[in-house]
Nanobody, 120 residues
Framework: VQLQAFGGGLVQAGGCLRL????????????MAWFRQAPGKEREFVAV???????SYADSVKGRFTISRDNAKNSAYLQMNSLKPEDTAVYYC????????????????WGQGTQVTVSS
């Protein structure tokens, strides 16, 4: 499975962006997640959705971000609203067989990352 993430960009605080993650193979039974990494910081969990569309979010994005998936398109999405400067990071999509996890070490497949920059 190869993942490709896109949709990042530059946006003002309070704005929104929608990230997409497309998989080269069938991922309907995979856990799909988004992580992010800011300069000088470790990669951190953002959101995850499992095969049954059960979701989990980092506290820092709850109520602002929404993860979803379209199994017919082997894709996952991250709708980001009310963006803050502290959301600035490279965002990565990831996939793993089985259920969801929040530890990046649990993921088997990674996209190349897409830059999100939120200006104040």
């Amino acid at each position: 499975v190869q993942l490709q993430a896109f949709g990042g960009g530059l946006v003002q605080a309070g704005g929104c962006l929608r990230l997409s993650c497309e998989a080269s193979g069938r991922t309907f039974n995979y856990g799909m997640a988004w992580f992010r990494q800011a300069p000088g910081k470790e990669r951190e969990f953002v959101a995850v959705i499992n095969w049954s569309a059960s979701t989990s979010y980092a506290d820092s994005v709850k109520g602002r971000f929404t993860i979803s998936r379209d199994n017919a398109k082997n894709s996952a999405y991250l709708q980001m609203n009310s963006l803050k400067p502290e959301d600035t990071a490279v965002y990565y999509c990831a996939a793993r067989t089985g259920g969801w996890a929040i530890d990046p070490g649990e993921y088997d497949y990674w996209g190349q990352g897409t830059q999100v920059t939120v200006s104040s």
